[in-house]
């Protein structure tokens, strides 16, 4: 606290994200990263712009990579200018709560979802109603039938990973053509069907994307936003507004050799995929409660043991995984799917339950 | 204009950044970039940390960085909690703003000065008093003695790159100890003396740098502040409910060597300011007047002809200079110091007149 602060600043509840411990040799399964690296082609892509072009500004609009990412949803009809790119999906999603939800009324998402969420309400005063999921930890469409300045939702589900059909978004895009849905698909790729497809049937859609996921590039922070270009257009100028180049000269590189690379991503995600039902498979035969997941994690609690204690004797042994101590899913343990090593220490290391 | 935005978008009147055309053999004297390239150690660090790790999330408070940056600074008695680090200094600025400058006073600012203040400004809905420049384009302290919910200026001032001695730097912050007093230092290093050395002596005073200009990455994104550490507190808070990762691994690695190498930075910056000397030199043989500048730019005009013309003239030439139309300074062009050969090119291509 300060007298020099904003009156906003001693109100904001910031964000914490997944530590990223500094110890070697721990399996670090707590912030959904993929185990598999980033496409050789995305650091050679990077090595060529390693030089003393370093100097110049990249290009503010980051033209080349929106290009990369409407090619690669051309079947969808997208185009450069119904694309927006961001420092992470967390920016992208920051300008999307300032420039686009917020309105009069209160905006609508899940009381389990993304715990950023939240935080951005605060940063830009951004009213909200908290939709609870159902029992069984999933997102009831009708529940998003009612009066509201907004919605967002992130499709996979975090933390619970649970996948909601294409059907049923396009049921929450229609019900609210007057104010804009967000999708934040995060981690759509390993498994679900991206609602960017339906983007050029909706006015009021807009779909967010990562590279730090799918991608395998948390390290280089891109994400993405696809929606009509009226929409794009107001993203970008809140961007403008705040920070003319987000993404430098390397990131800008790295992610459109990320989106060309078509083999690399899919084997990535595949390998992902099947690790995760080994991992699911494993959880269960020792009593977990496993949520169905579309996801490169999966949310799980086991009936006799609290989650709390799970992920503290975890750690003992060397293996982190996140536990959040909210309301309905303290019980639970998010764990991020590992290499298939990582993945068999984990389950080994489950052996005292 | 769309009925989804926010009401805030229709108002932005977003930064329009120097043009980055795609030309090539251009010479661009219009964004201020260093015309010499980074250090090699900068590349070389930066290539170490080009591997598989970049699927793993950097971290998130730049801890190396401050660090860095705390070392280089350490005669001044700075220590790592009392710098923040941001994807350049348009985002720690904007922070600055919507965290520190935002109150119920308006702020005061130049009314030529950088041209992103009035465009924060309109991001954040923060009020300002704008305060002329002298008639010979200079602050004058006495002028921002006057109540004020913050004050920010550049020092060198930009686009004139008149430089303000550090008594008359001091006489502001000390005349306004109950605001904050933002001195925004992009240029210091080409010739003037940081405030960086009056932080620990004033808890309303913030520093704010970039890598972009002496450190030449314009490309890598990355600006700094240093001020006490209430302050910097205040401006984590901001940023960890915006993005908690603005920098990216490869930008943190470079971002360190940068500090490190001080024998090629400050060869850089003498390289610049005796570039500097020759183009003044010339630009006054030509009959220019030439505003005194400790930049890596001149801000010259002709008395016999219009700014606008001279800069058509030369980008026929091939060269790109900035000209910027405005009340006060639309006879003035802004000459960014490039190469020997570029400024010998820059005169010559001057003749006409």
Redesign the interface.
Known sequence: M?????S??SE???????E?PKMANLI?LN?N??????SPK??SA??SE???????????EGHALKEAIASYYIDFGIEENQVFVG??S??VL?HIF??????DKPILFPDITYSFYP??C??YKVESNIIPLTESFEINPDDYKRDNGGVIFPNPNAPTGRYMGLQHVQAIVEANL???VVVDEAYIDFGGETAIRLVNQY??LVVCQTL?KAR??????VGFAVANA??I??L???K????????????LA?AVAAFEDRQWFEDSCNGVIREREKVTKGLEKLGFEVLPSKANFVFARHPEHKGADVAAELREQGIIVRHFNKPRISEFLRITIGTSDQNNALIKALDFL
């Open positions: 300060s007298k020099y602060w904003s906003l600043v904001l509840q910031p964000y914490v994200p997944g990223q670090k912030t990263e993929n185990p598999f690296g980033p995305v650091i990077i090595k390693l030089n003393d072009n370093l100097r110049l500004y990249p290009d503010p420092n992470g967390d920016e920051a300032q420039g686009l939800l917020k309105q935080v951005y605060g940063l007057d104010s804009v006015p009021n730090s395998s590039l948390a390290g280089l922070r009226e929409l257009e107001g970008n100028r809140v403008d507004s705040f920070n003319s180049y987000p993404l430098d000269r390397l990131a790295g």
